[in-house]
């Protein structure tokens, strides 16, 4: 088995619930999708980066490991598209007791049963159809897909939040329906968090329509929290 990895590096976790947090990321190579803000875009070729034996992969991950590290983020691209890759890496990191991190748009729900039970954080992101995830024909099963990694991340019990990037081209109708589903299939007793993330530099949402968005959500989990991408405002990689 093989890891094809784009980078690895330490920096401050500048997204979701653990923001602000002395993070590893473990950057894999490959996306199937191409959302218009993506801000990695150079990573997204799966034959981009370097390839890694498992072992050499882990050897690298434990080299670059820095004291009072408190997670490892595996992201990318996607990782789930290196899904068997990513479950041993992150094996490996879970047996050094640090704890590890999926940022995924989970658009698989086999290979993300793969990588759950070496996860010990899981971030749900749902896409908008206007993030021009992937054409509309296939946009409701990737969605169906997403909200059964959902169900799987509650079902085993793990740290789960969900997230939902917004930009000025972002319909209330469109959001409202993934909230709705999000509520249909969890409680608020489930969730760790959710994080309404504004677009930077890229068709970026007006704070009015950002309160709306944060208005429908508040009825069914007065928790959710409009959080920007923090890396970007202090510099961070």
């Known amino acids: 088995m093989k890891a094809r990895l784009f980078e690895i590096f330490t920096s ?3 997204e979701g619930i653990l923001y602000g947090t002395k993070t590893l990321f473990v950057r894999l190579a490959g996306c199937p999708f191409r959302c218009f803000y993506c801000d990695t875009k150079e990573s997204l070729p799966i034959d ?13 991950i434990e080299k670059n490991l820095k004291e009072k590290t408190y997670k490892v983020n595996f992201t990318g691209g996607d990782p789930l598209v290196q899904a068997e890759a990513v479950a041993q890496m992150a094996k490996f990191v879970q047996s050094k007791k640090i704890p590890t991190y999926l940022e995924s748009s989970c658009f698989d729900s086999r290979k993300f049963s793969l990588v759950l039970p ?7 992101e749902l896409k908008t159809p206007d993030s021009e995830f992937t054409e509309s024909k296939h946009y409701s099963l990737l969605i169906d897909n997403a909200l059964d990694c959902l169900r799987q991340s509650i079902t085993a019990k793990k740290p789960t939040y969900i997230k939902i990037v ?7 109708e469109s ?3 993934l909230v709705r589903r999000i509520f249909e299939i969890v409680s608020t007793m489930d969730l760790k ?3 309404i993330q504004p677009t930077s530099d890229f ?3 007006t704070l009015q329509k950002l309160m709306t968005f944060y208005d429908y959500v508040y ?16 510099g961070a990689p």
């Open 193 to 195: 968090g959710f994080i």
């Open 166 to 172: 917004v930009s000025a081209k972002t319909e209330l």
């Open 12 to 14: 401050i976790e500048g």
């Open 48 to 60: 981009s980066g370097q390839e890694y034996s498992i072992e050499d992969a882990c050897k690298l």
């Open 118 to 124: 070496f996860i010990d954080f899981i971030k749900v």
């Open 219 to 234: 009825p069914y989990y007065n928790e959710v929290r409009v959080v920007p991408q923090l890396h970007k405002l202090i």
């Open 203 to 205: 068709a970026e949402p």
């Open 175 to 177: 959001f409202s329906d």
